[in-house]
């Protein structure tokens, strides 16, 4: 199986894809900031909306207050998700207006 080295210390995916813009058997390249998320949706084709919490300080207050960040991501056909899961995606150069990231690993 081809795959190429993205540089970075994941679980290589099982089965190959033929998706251009996948990590591992496509022509994108990595680059930028890393999040873990959790898949919130998955209607649209080879797209994923993830989303995670954080902290945010209110200075003010002197507190902390949860928010949270949502993100359309790319979905290489080499990796198999469901509803719920939580994975690793990293920033890559824009595949569509909305879409900058790239799943990397399901954990």
Known sequence: MNYKNIGIEVKIPGKAC???????????????RQFIGQITKLNAQRTAVV?????????????????????QVHHPDCISLAL????????????????????????
């Not at 033929?18 to 930028?32: A, N, S």
């Not at 995606?89 to 954990?107: A, M, W, Y």
């Open 18 to 32: 033929e998706d251009k813009h996948c990590c591992f058997h496509g022509h994108i390249t990595l680059r930028g």
């Open 51 to 71: 989303e995670w919490q954080r902290l945010f300080y209110l200075p003010k207050y002197q507190r902390y207050e949860k928010r949270r960040s949502k993100l």
């Open 84 to 107: 719920g899961d939580k994975v690793k995606f990293i920033e890559c150069r824009p595949i569509s207006k909305t879409k900058n990231f790239v799943i990397i690993e399901k954990i």
